[in-house]
């Protein structure tokens, strides 16, 4: 084996001279590349995105990881024969990101082959943060205690300088090389791939199937962190192997691996399921089933206060309330098409024992309003209509799959749906818009951009509704986004096949992405209910739906804003303004006349009156994150006051009850601004 694998490498060799002597022999052949900043230069053919890079500075030739080729990323030392245009991706590209740490993948499986010569591999994609592999470690129980010796070995291997060669193969070469080896993962993805298509990467002693690019070497990988382990299917097939997935992230400094980790120790204090739990607003049971959160009463209290905020804006824009039930026919669905999307793939129906009357757990809420439309004619008067509800859907996710608030099998969505005139849209839109960013205002998500998605010009038969239809609503889009200042990216091709859409991407606290709130034109339910409109000219003309929820759903929002305010909520939105200290029982009945007086004003709060002294109640109301302490005992109870402590800030002295309330107004008032 070894013999052929040195054979072809000298071929390798042999072919990459003949090609490098045939450039020669053309002598100077000039080509012209085009750089990003609308500059050409002329470069001999042959050169590769590292020499353009160095021609430019010896910085970038350093920072530089990998390049694009008429947008085809490719490594840094392919050599370049004809005109095209040229991008260099550095570490603070995404792309040069994504470059790196796929390549730290091989580095990875690398080291663990080292040390793990049993270990058969899976894949090895870059993530958001990272890259994992999945590998198959045989008998060998991987623990987090074997981090460091792989993190030392790939260390060592990426010291060396061990570099990444390409290598094109023959899909029986490839076959065979990787069957010897006893690799089924990596055979059966073989098997999937077309002969021609197929390169090998070799490193040192591990050989990996991958289409590349990757780093040059492994030099520049100078800070290793394995992060955390789990077990994943292959293919994510829960039938089929579960292999050990090992979750890693490198960088080019120390520097940043600390800032990332430190990040991490920040995210894990906010993380919303351990908030979630200490501030006793949800809980999940496994008698009740996995991923069906139960809200407790504080969390009811948070949520329904922000329900309560939505509707109240949406009244303003002038949607209407409407409740439906948590199932349907399952015909409905079979119109909608959510049958055919969801029926199989997550929850099974529900039969009737007599009438054989067979219903699904709703997925969405868009079928039941497109019903009540149906209810009656509409004229182009009646429209926009606008059907809001807090409409809970249920959708089938595996359990390994589950996460806190964030991925769950019952969530209720702000949904609602705009019934409107092509004439209307863009300014239906931009209504939507500004109820998003009303709320992204109001809590502090002051980060964010929108992201367009159009269709792919040159793949229009992918999509329903016609060229007019679909080039009015993406101007609609656009022209909204910018009237309204957004700062957008347009991603063309990703519209979904039945409407362009805008989706709003916020950063939180600590500089995190989440997606949050979706505006979704559709053409496609109102062709498959065959809904109507007489217009201005008396015809029957099909409105234009659009799918909208700012906060997405009331579960993940929830599990972002906690995420992002550490757990200490706005004044107007957290569970409990104040919690009264009796400083003794004596003061107990004091403090109930307090409640009481501070309920009729309109703030919320409770009684700590357990058998504690002061300081330990103080302590237990700082973890809570109560915003406000009201300390009472003798004098307070003489003077008809309140001794005033704030979460995280301390005394603010005493007052009267009623010029607290007024305070706490005050604030919460300055908060909905
Ligand atoms: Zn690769
Ligand atoms: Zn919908």
């Known amino acids: 084996m070894a013999k052929i694998q040195q054979k072809i490498s000298l071929f390798y060799l042999f072919s990459k001279k003949v090609v490098s002597l045939q450039i020669e022999k053309i002598g100077m052949t000039m080509i012209n590349i085009s750089l990003p900043d609308?500059?050409?230069?002329?470069?001999?053919?042959?050169?590769?995105?590292?020499?353009?890079?160095?021609?430019?500075?010896?910085?970038?030739?350093?920072?530089?990881?990998?390049?694009?080729?008429?947008?085809?990323?490719?490594?840094l030392n392919r050599t370049i024969n004809e005109d095209c245009s040229l991008r260099l991706f550095t570490w603070n590209d995404a792309e040069g990101k994504h470059t790196f740490w796929h390549s730290s993948a091989h580095l990875m499986a690398a080291a663990v082959l080292e040390l793990y010569p049993e270990a058969k591999f899976g894949?090895?994609?870059?993530?958001?943060?990272?890259?994992?592999?999945?590998?198959?470690?045989?008998?060998?129980?991987?623990?987090?205690?074997?981090?460091?010796?792989?993190?030392?070995?790939?260390?060592?291997?990426?010291?060396?300088?061990?570099?990444l060669v390409r290598r094109e193969v023959s899909k029986a070469e490839a076959l065979k090389f990787f069957a010897d080896k006893g690799e089924v993962y990596k055979t059966e993805l073989i098997e999937e791939l077309e002969d021609g298509s197929i390169t090998f990467y070799e490193s040192g002693k591990f050989i990996d199937l991958c289409k590349g690019p990757h780093l040059v070497d492994f030099s520049s990988i100078k800070a290793i962190k394995i992060l955390s382990l789990a077990g994943a299917y292959w293919r994510g097939d829960e039938k089929r192997k579960q292999l050990t997935r090992l979750y890693a992230i490198t960088f080019p400094k120390k520097k940043e691996l600390d800032e990332y980790l430190a990040l991490l120790e920040e995210a894990k204090k906010r993380d919303h399921r351990k908030l979630g739990k200490e501030l006793e607003l949800f809980a999940f049971s496994q008698n009740v089933g996995q991923g069906l959160p139960l809200w407790l009463p504080k969390g009811t209290e948070l949520r329904q206060r922000l329900e309560n905020f939505l509707k109240k804006v949406q009244k303003d824009y002038g949607y209407q309330q409407v409740m439906t039930p948590h199932i349907g026919d399952v015909h409905l669905y079979k119109?909608?098409?959510?049958?055919?999307?969801?029926?199989q793939d997550s929850f099974r129906t529900i039969t009737t024992p007599f009438e054989g009357e067979e219903y699904l757990l709703k997925p969405m809420n868009c079928p039941h309003h497109v019903e009540i439309y149906k209810l009656k004619p509409h004229s182009y008067k009646d429209l926009p209509l606008r059907l809001a509800e807090f409409g809970t859907v249920y959708r089938y996710e595996q359990s390994g799959e589950l996460h806190g608030l964030t991925r769950v099998r019952s969530f209720t969505q702000d949904d609602a749906h705009i019934?409107?005139?092509?004439?209307?849209?863009?300014?239906?839109?931009?209504?939507?818009?500004?109820?998003?960013?009303?709320?992204?205002?109001?809590?502090?998500?002051?980060?964010?951009?929108?992201?367009?998605?159009?269709?792919?010009?040159?793949?229009?038969?992918?999509?329903?509704?016609?060229?007019?239809?679909?080039?009015?609503?993406?101007?609609?889009?656009?022209?909204?986004?910018?009237?309204?200042?957004?700062?957008?990216?347009?991603?063309v091709g990703e519209a979904a096949f039945y409407g362009p859409k805008l989706d709003f991407m916020v950063k939180d606290a600590i500089g995190r992405k989440w997606q949050l709130g979706t505006i979704q034109v559709d053409y496609n339910l109102p062709e498959r209910f065959e809904l109507e409109y007489t217009g201005a000219d008396n015809q029957k003309h099909r409105p234009i739906m659009i799918h909208r929820a700012p906060f997405g759903s009331m579960e993940r929002f929830v599990a972002v804003l906690i995420e992002h305010t550490a757990g200490i909520f706005p004044l107007w939105l957290t569970p409990e303004q104040f919690?009264?200290?009796?400083?003794?029982?004596?003061?107990?009945?004091?403090?109930?006349?307090?409640?009481?007086?501070?309920?009729?004003?309109?703030?919320?709060?409770?009684?700590?009156?357990?058998?504690?002294?002061?300081?330990?109640?103080?302590?237990?109301?700082?973890?809570?994150?109560?915003?406000?302490?009201?300390?009472?005992?003798?004098?307070?109870e003489a003077d008809g006051t309140v001794s005033v402590r704030r979460h995280k800030e301390g005394d603010l002295g005493t007052m009267s009850i009623e010029a607290f309330a007024e305070k706490v107004n005050e604030l919460v008032k300055e908060e909905l601004k």
């Open 579 to 636: 919690i009264i200290l009796p400083i003794s029982e004596k003061y107990e009945e004091y403090a109930k006349k307090v409640l009481s007086l501070l309920a009729q004003l309109d703030l919320r709060g409770s009684i700590d009156d357990r058998n504690e002294k002061t300081g330990k109640k103080i302590r237990d109301a700082e973890m809570a994150k109560i915003p406000f302490m009201l300390i009472v005992g003798e004098k307070e």
């Open 38 to 75: 609308g500059s050409v230069k002329q470069f001999e053919a042959g050169v590769t995105p590292f020499d353009v890079a160095k021609s430019i500075s010896d910085g970038l030739a350093r920072a530089v990881v990998s390049a694009s080729v008429n947008g085809q990323i490719v490594e």
């Open 335 to 343: 119109t909608s098409g959510h049958y055919q999307k969801y029926g």
């Open 123 to 163: 894949i090895g994609p870059a993530i958001e943060n990272g890259f994992y592999y999945d590998i198959d470690f045989g008998e060998k129980v991987l623990s987090s205690e074997d981090f460091p010796k792989i993190e030392a070995k790939m260390q060592e291997i990426a010291k060396a300088g061990v570099g």
């Open 419 to 491: 019934f409107c005139t092509p004439e209307q849209l863009k300014e239906e839109f931009c209504k939507v818009i500004d109820i998003v960013l009303y709320i992204f205002k109001t809590l502090k998500f002051e980060n964010f951009t929108a992201q367009i998605s159009l269709r792919d010009p040159n793949n229009t038969e992918k999509y329903i509704g016609s060229d007019d239809v679909w080039e009015k609503a993406e101007r609609a889009i656009i022209e909204a986004s910018a009237e309204r200042g957004l700062k957008t990216v347009t991603e």
